[in-house]
């Protein structure tokens, strides 16, 4: 595994890192090796130059997504291609969001093949006239990456549809995977186009780029960089069924904001991360945070909004108020009732109009009384199931007109060709009620659309017949299953799979009362106008600039190749430990304390056989041979075990318990703790753990002599960690009175006499040495998880602290490169016995060297 080390994230990196320590005015062009910029494209202006206007850089926005935000019109005369900005696109609208200092570059794909021949051409206009860079896809390529694995593998499997049948050919397709891959760093080429300083933000949008991540890092790795994904996360029992799951989660988290449309679908997420990558997650001060190599990966949570401002300018023009009237003049005397939704297999179309025909059933007044309008958009993507869809709407709809149809009245009106924004528009204002019915849905914004129409403008009260103090009214009947459903408290939630729910809610729409609706619409618009689109974007970009604050102040690593690729951010000071580090202090010592974890330190946590090899027990031998070397293994692990597994070594401590039982060379007698032994407590605490022990299936309960432990790592993640959650609660509940503490450790929750941990167990070792006048100048500690961060504190204290009469070398290390107390750190078990192997040959030597000199047998009293 490559591993590379640097001062900050600013030097960090891999072969591809680009310089930013100077000022680059314009994209390089000249490069001498891959990724270093040569002199040629650094700024070479005087000071007085860059302190000018135009050295000043905006701050930079670039927003990445598949599609730019264009329209594309080619002249059928002159045959040069046009292109307008979308003001209905989001990607447009979020912008409103920015400071109006920030410059923003958008990074995306045209909608239309453009000749290859035409392609310079086309991206040099784009990028003077639009600031857009276009990505330009081959055509096959993105037939594989878009239609592909996009369409045929993501979009389904998000939104909750597995491939059931092996004939269908829904089956993954590797070569669709390699697609997504080589779309991906396309794109990732692209935006290292657009960045032009370490200060920009780049933000990527929706599940087509979710490898992105990884190719920018990889390439820029302080790169600012925020993901936001518009369509479902699905659960972990159907995600992990994607077997490319790990390569997406782990290209996600090289992210620094993740965010999400619910939080449904956030906590999907994290427990796919916890799950399959084993990441735990915590809330701190109302803000998640994933730990990820030492990393903080935020998750933000928040629906996209809709643009009110561009809503009421379409409700303004006249070709919309012509219409208005249109419409109701039509559907005078009835019930309009509108669905607008795009034509796939999750919005719940033929659901939909199950609805409706179950309640002109039921309630036959409602015949040509009521009329549902479905607008039809077009599909996004091609294939068999799109057109059953499809056909199957459309079979739906004529059966119900021709049943409950007459001449002048059919119950279904379906639009299933396009029609203009502001015709849609028109639609909203007259319809009474608004239906989206999708089976599953990122977020759907049909109903926010639907609010702020039927708030209106002045011109299209004018044309209803309102005046200014006219009530506004709406209905909303909302899915379950949508993204907009929590915010939207006043709607009928309905499960679009019961179609008898459905018309039940149809039912109830249409015997609303004036008042009802009124104030259903009232809260439903205070929501929609203040959670517009600018205010989700400003949010976003608020919470992606507090995620990237602490970019400067990390000693960082590059590891991993191709989708494994990650960043491991440290403290500044965190170092690798080896011999040869070690060596001269350790040699110039006249008195050595050392103390040795052992689970995790010299024992590997995988390994079944826990009994220490003959290899261990030969390495501490010598080490506790040495005169000048106090030895302890300060562990977890009762004294029975530890004491029958380390009787060989006759010099050897053992601080058993965390320190509750210490005892010196093994001819000592075993020290208990000042703290009085009382297992009065047990008699409460055994119970409640035997209790959440027999509802957690795979947890078990470790009785020590001074301590109870909760184990769980072999429960169900999510189940197991949310039972410890709970039983850490209620045994400092009943325990509130005891001189015990509860704490919760990796996949355990244990219960322990106060005072009895390691730290205070060390410090009380190095204490002794002092009173015996034999204070250590030298002091080295090996631990690997949370309990040993307290040795790791003490000993770091030694140094600044009165303690020790002379500050001595202190190497505080832990096993793993992980965030620690701990300045140093070994990758793994079998480094922590080389490092003990190399300083138990140095005192070997001295040894021989010493008795080369004078031969004496030292005896025992001599170690204390």
């Not at 709607?491 to 179609?499: C, Q």
């Not at 208990?672 to 299936?697: F, H, N």
Request: aromatic share 10%.
């Amino acid at each position: 595994m490559f591993s590379k080390s640097c001062a900050n994230l600013h030097d960090m990196g891999s072969d591809d890192v680009i310089d930013f320590r100077h000022v680059v005015k314009s994209l390089p062009r000249v490069m001498t090796v891959p990724g270093i910029i040569t002199d040629l494209d650094r700024d070479t202006s005087s000071d007085e130059d860059l302190n000018s206007p135009t050295s000043v850089f905006k701050e930079r926005k670039v927003i990445v997504a598949n599609f730019l935000p264009l329209i594309s019109i080619k002249d059928q005369t002159t045959g040069q291609w046009c292109f307008t900005m979308d003001e209905d696109s989001i990607l447009l609208q979020l912008v409103d969001g920015f400071s109006s200092d920030a410059e923003v570059v958008y990074v995306g794909s045209l909608k239309v093949d453009i000749d290859p021949g035409e392609q310079e051409e086309v991206a040099q206009k784009l990028l003077k006239e639009h600031g857009c860079i276009p990505t330009f896809l081959h055509p096959d390529l993105q037939k594989k990456f878009y239609h592909g694995f996009c369409k045929q593998q993501l979009w389904p499997l998000f939104h909750y549809m597995l491939p059931i049948c092996l004939d269908k050919g829904d089956l993954f397709d590797r070569s669709l995977f390699q697609a997504y891959i080589s779309a991906n760093i396309i794109f990732a080429d692209k935006v290292m186009e657009a960045i032009k300083s370490d200060d920009d933000y780049v933000w990527v949008h929706d599940y087509h780029l979710m490898l992105l991540p990884t190719f920018l890092r990889r390439r820029l790795n302080r790169v600012k960089l925020g993901f936001f994904l518009h369509s479902p996360f699905p659960s972990s029992e159907i995600y992990r069924t994607l077997p490319v799951r790990d390569e997406i989660l782990k290209s996600l988290l090289n992210a620094d904001l993740i965010g999400f449309q619910t939080f449904d679908y956030a906590r999907h997420f994290l427990s796919c991360c916890s799950r399959m990558l084993g990441l735990n997650y915590e809330s701190k001060r109302g803000y998640i945070g994933l730990e990820y190599f030492g990393r903080t990966v935020s998750i933000k949570i928040l629906p996209v909004g809709v643009h009110v401002g561009r809503l009421e300018s379409v409700l303004r023009l006249p070709a919309t108020v012509s219409k208005v009237q249109e419409i109701e003049q039509r559907f005078n005397g009835k019930m309009l009732i509108l669905g607008v939704d795009d034509m796939d297999i999750f919005k719940g179309i033929s659901l939909k109009l199950l609805g409706l025909e179950l309640l002109l059933e039921r309630n036959p007044k409602l015949r040509g009384k009521v009329v549902l309008v479905q607008i039809v958009n077009p599909a996004r993507s091609t294939g068999k199931d799109v057109k059953e869809a499809s056909e199957e709407a459309i079979s739906v709809a004529e059966r119900i007109n021709a049943h409950y149809g007459a001449a002048d009245y059919k119950p279904v009106v379906l639009i299933d060709y396009p029609i203009p924004f502001y015709e849609t528009i028109a639609f909203y204002v007259a319809a009474e009620c608004c239906i989206v019915n999708a089976v599953r849905d990122g977020m759907n914004l049909v109903p926010y659309n639907y609010i702020v129409c039927r708030q209106g403008t002045e011109e299209t009260d004018k044309c209803r017949g309102l005046d200014k103090d006219s009530a506004h009214t709406s209905t909303l009947i909302v899915s379950e299953f949508v993204g907009c459903s929590p915010s939207l408290s006043g709607a009928f939630r309905v499960n679009p799979w019961s179609v008898e729910d459905v018309a039940d809610a149809l039912c109830k729409a249409t015997d609303l009362t004036l008042s009802e609706r009124q104030m259903r619409h009232e809260k439903h618009y205070r929501y929609v106008s203040s959670h517009h689109v600018a205010y989700w974007a400003r949010s976003f970009a608020q919470d992606l600039e507090r995620a990237c604050k602490n970019h400067y102040n990390l000693r960082c690593w590059a590891i991993g190749f191709g989708l494994n690729f990650r960043i491991i951010a440290l403290s500044p000071g965190f170092r690798k430990l080896s011999v040869d580090h070690i060596a001269r202090s350790y040699k110039t010592a006249n008195r050595r304390a050392i103390f040795l974890d052992y689970d995790g330190t010299i024992m590997p946590e995988a390994s079944i056989n826990k009994i220490p090899s003959t290899e261990i027990i030969s390495i501490l031998d010598r080490l506790c041979s040495d005169p000048k070397n106090t030895v302890f293994i300060v562990s977890g692990r009762g004294r029975t075990s530890l004491s029958e597994w380390f009787s060989s070594c006759e010099r050897l401590g053992i601080a058993a318990e965390h320190g509750y039982f210490i005892r010196w060379p093994k001819a000592s007698e075993w020290e208990t703790s000042s703290v009085i032994l009382d297992s009065e407590w047990k008699k409460t605490a055994e119970p409640v753990m035997t209790l959440y022990t027999e509802t957690t299936d795979g947890s078990f309960i470790e009785a020590k002599e001074s301590a109870l432990v909760w184990h769980h790592q072999y429960a169900d993640q999510d189940f197991g960690s949310c039972q410890a959650k709970e039983l850490l609660d209620h045994l400092e509940s009943v325990l509130a009175n005891e001189p015990v503490v509860v704490k919760r450790g990796q996949h355990i929750v244990e219960v322990k006499p106060q005072g009895a941990s390691k730290g205070l167990t060390v410090e009380k070792l190095i204490g002794r040495l002092v009173n015996y006048q034999k204070p250590p100048d030298f002091l080295m500690c090996i631990g690997d998880d949370r309990s040993d961060e307290d040795m790791f504190e003490i000993i770091n204290n030694a140094v600044s602290s009165n303690l020790l009469p002379v500050a001595p070398e202190v190497f505080a290390c832990t096993v793993g490169q992980k965030p620690s107390k701990a300045k140093y750190y070994v990758d793994d078990t079998s480094e922590v016995i080389r490092l003990l192997e190399g300083i138990a040959a140095i005192s070997t030597y001295n040894d021989k060297i010493a008795g080369s000199r004078v031969t004496f047998k030292v005896p025992l009293d001599v170690v204390i």
